[in-house]
């Protein structure tokens, strides 16, 4: 049996990992829907929430062909952020911010 939990409960512990997150200077945004949240973290990092826990991929099994995810309790919402933020890092190493150009050429 699936625990059920009102809609707000999502938002609410993502609104509180998105905080945590501000601690390790990452920002983030909070969406919510169909009583799930996200946290849009950076490219290839979203990290999903319901009433209990949240979870985000870490990587690929290419035995298996699929994704592999890390989970940690919505109850630690600072121990979350922790984890997240070494999976961001990682990520920027991947992903680093383009180079910023000029609207128009000079």
Known sequence: MTATFPDDTAVRAAEELR????RYGITADVH??????????????IVWCRGDQ????TGWNPRQYRPVYARHPVSE????AH???L??????Q???LPEQ??????
């Open 19 to 22: 905080e945590a997150l501000t």
């Open 32 to 45: 919510d829907g169909y009583g799930l949240a996200l946290v849009s973290v950076w490219v290839d990092l």
């Open 94 to 96: 991947i992903h680093p």
């Open 83 to 85: 984890r997240v933020a």
């Open 54 to 57: 949240f979870w985000w991929r």
């Open 101 to 106: 150009r000029a609207a128009y050429p000079a």
């Open 77 to 80: 919402p600072n121990q979350a």
């Open 87 to 92: 999976r961001y890092a990682e990520l920027r």
